[in-house]
């Protein structure tokens, strides 16, 4: 339906000012519920998972640990919302576009060593008292910060070469 509307919407600019201003609503909204996420929800779900198990140190060192590492996941969004901002002024396949992108996935990779550290220390310190659902959820986190970080690297050098590919043709007419 929102690609329905996108065609028959006036003019290319028109359809790319649209999407911009979907993307950033978008943008935001993840914002929002994202902060919601690491500020209130995991906390109060991780006091319930370790309540009577842990001692305080383990529950604000993890939740000190999520808040630090919410910080790349922000950047990210902050990037992605000058993307949205470019492709709104028809410059979808641009150089600063694919450098975003690039920097996205840079992010995206120091949450994924972070998280692949906490792993470890999950393990060597041998938490496994604190319930399967604490693991399954630090496993699940690294896995979505390994795929964000492929799929951004990717994106980036496809937009990089679609920006050449654009300036090629740009000097060529």
């Excluded at 943008?27 to 998972?49: D, E, H, N, R, Y």
Aim: net charge neutral; proline share 1%; glycine share 8%.
């Amino acid at each position: 339906m929102v690609v329905d509307y996108f065609e028959t919407a006036g003019g290319a600019n028109m359809k790319q000012t649209e999407m911009s201003k979907y993307l950033k609503i978008i943008t935001a909204g993840t914002g929002i519920l994202f902060l919601v996420l690491v500020v209130w929800f995991l906390p109060s779900v991780l006091k319930q998972m370790l309540a009577g198990q842990a001692g305080n140190a383990v529950y604000w060192g993890t939740c000190i640990f999520i808040w630090i590492t919410a910080v790349p996941c922000l950047f990210c969004l902050v990037k992605f919302w000058g993307v949205c901002s470019r492709i709104g002024e028809n410059r979808s396949f641009c150089r600063e576009n694919a450098e975003a992108l690039k920097q996205m996935s840079h992010y995206t990779l120091a949450d994924s060593v972070l998280y692949a550290l906490f792993l470890a220390v999950f393990c060597i310190l041998g938490w496994y008292s604190f319930g399967i659902g604490y693991l399954f959820g630090i496993v699940l986190i690294l896995f979505i910060c390994i795929t964000l970080t492929v799929l951004c690297a990717a994106l980036s050098h496809l937009v990089y070469n679609a920006s050449q590919m654009q300036e090629d043709q740009d000097l060529t007419i």
